[in-house]
């Protein structure tokens, strides 16, 4: 039982690259999340997937897109990469979004040149 | 988004010193949470708390749901070194979660 598993665990991109970040949970839960973390701001809410099939726009979602692959796997894809986006990227996941715990991945170091 | 802030931003102390952190709102939550992140992993998530006025403990670790449903503080008693980390507040309402800026805590062997 590994939780929540993010690949990769370091990324470093040229501006206007593309990559897709991945996230995988094997607890059976309902909901996903991705987080972005940069230095004194806390986690900011990108995208979250209440259940397999949906997906909404969080507090910080422009530059990014998502896809609920399947009820274990939620990506985020950063179509054309912007310094802006360096960031620490953390994924979690809940039961449902009326969970109260969320756990989380051991997130994505993402720079972008 | 709703701004959840947190004080103090950093904390240095001496092992076995008490250690004491507070979060507030402008917005109710329903839940309030407090997570401990250690250097280069995701947050963890220490306790929980589900109704106004509620005290929990944890361990060494207390913390205690406003009556207002406005604020948060967390106490860890008795500090030792692996308590060094970040940890961040967290206020849940409807579908999302909000974080806290985060209390660096260091602590002095």
């Known amino acids: 039982n590994a939780g929540v598993t993010q690949t990769p665990k370091f990324q470093v991109l040229k501006t206007g690259q593309s990559m897709t970040l991945q996230c995988a949970q094997d607890m059976n839960h309902n909901s996903m999340y991705w987080y972005r973390q940069d230095p004194g701001m806390g986690l900011r809410l990108i995208y979250y997937?209440?259940?397999?099939?949906?997906?909404d726009k969080g507090e910080v979602p422009n530059g990014y897109n998502v896809s609920r692959l399947n009820k274990r796997e939620f990506s985020l894809r950063l179509e054309s990469a912007a310094p802006s986006q360096t960031s620490v990227y953390f994924c979690a996941s809940s039961e449902m979004t009326s969970s109260d715990t969320q756990y989380f991945g051991p997130g994505t170091r993402l720079t972008v040149l | 988004g709703q701004q959840l802030n947190q004080s103090p931003q950093s904390m240095f102390i001496q092992e076995g010193e008490d250690v004491s952190m507070n979060c507030t709102s402008s917005?109710?939550?329903?839940?309030w949470l407090w997570y401990k992140q250690d250097p280069g992993e995701g947050p963890v998530l220490l306790i929980a708390l589900y109704k106004a006025g509620e005290l929990t403990s944890n361990g060494r670790l207390t913390a205690q749901f406003g009556i207002t449903r406005k604020d948060s503080f967390l106490n860890i008693s008795a500090s030792i070194p692996s308590d060094v980390g970040i940890y961040f507040c967290?206020?849940?309402?409807?579908?999302?979660?909000?974080f806290g800026t985060g209390t660096s805590l260091t602590v002095i062997p």
């Open positions: 917005s109710i939550f329903n839940t």
């Open positions: 997937s209440a259940s397999e099939g949906t997906t």
């Open positions: 967290a206020g849940h309402t409807g579908n999302q979660f909000y």
